[in-house]
């Protein structure tokens, strides 16, 4: 079946400290990975994307590569800022299922 | 574009009473998906429809529950009756037709109180 494993959270970073966020995925066929981010009171919103091996998605700082020998999408970010703070969700659109499979957030906050 | 939008924001409600939640996805979007998020289990899909038909309510977590999308614009979901443990945060999200990959588009919840 499909699925997506994270790292737990919370996350607690100062600011301009590196960022990792694990995540891990099962998966049949050719999924398409995401990382949707969350801010406070607000909905999801698409923050990257990798559509195959060896794609590598990229927005606001913030990368993942997407890796088929170890199944998996890490989202990094080389200094993070106050701003960053959200919660952060990996997730993976599967072709034979046609269904998202979210993982289950994990939450970062980012002090001063 | 006025992206996905919900209503409404905030609904306060007694338990036993209906409850009707809006969602009006972005034109042209196919596909639609009803998500539910609370602390303790994160987020859930309940719903998703394509082409206003329902394709898999396995999440929808009892009779309570249901759902309709009686056109392209417009979606409802209805708990009747409700109760408190159905407080949560209610997203709605549509997407194009499947092909390839597709992004969901999110919209902004409602955040549902049943005291």
């Known amino acids: 079946g499909n699925s997506v494993t994270q790292m737990e959270g919370p996350v607690t970073l100062s600011e301009e400290a590196f960022l990792t966020i694990n995540c891990t995925y099962t998966?049949?066929?050719?999924?398409?990975l995401f990382w949707y981010v969350q801010y406070p009171g607000e909905g999801l919103q698409l923050l990257l994307k990798a559509t195959k091996a060896d794609d590598k998605g990229s927005n606001k700082g913030f990368e993942a590569t997407y890796r088929k020998e170890t199944t998996s999408f890490h989202l990094e970010k080389g200094s993070v800022q106050v701003s960053d703070s959200a919660v952060y969700f990996c997730?993976?659109?599967?072709?034979?299922?046609?269904?998202?499979?979210f993982g289950t957030g994990t939450s970062l906050t980012v002090i001063p | 574009d006025a992206g996905v939008i919900q209503s409404p924001r905030h609904e306060v409600t007694e338990m036993g009473q209906e409850v009707t939640l809006r969602c009006k996805p972005i034109s042209g979007h196919n596909s639609l998906f009803w998500y539910r998020q609370t602390m303790m289990r994160g987020l859930e899909l309940l719903i998703y429809?394509?082409?206003?038909?329902?394709?898999?309510d396995s999440g929808m977590p009892e009779d309570r529950f249901s759902a309709k999308m009686p056109n392209a614009s417009f979606s409802t979901l209805k708990i009747q009756p409700s109760e408190p443990r159905d407080s949560a945060v209610y997203f709605c999200?549509?997407?194009?037709?499947?092909?390839?990959?597709?992004?969901?588009?999110f919209g902004p919840g409602t955040r549902l109180t049943v005291l």
């Open positions: 999200a549509s997407s194009f037709p499947p092909s390839g990959y597709n992004e969901q588009f």
């Open positions: 429809f394509n082409n206003n038909v329902p394709i898999d």
């Open positions: 998966a049949t066929g050719y999924p398409s």
């Open positions: 997730a993976l659109f599967s072709n034979t299922g046609n269904q998202f499979y």
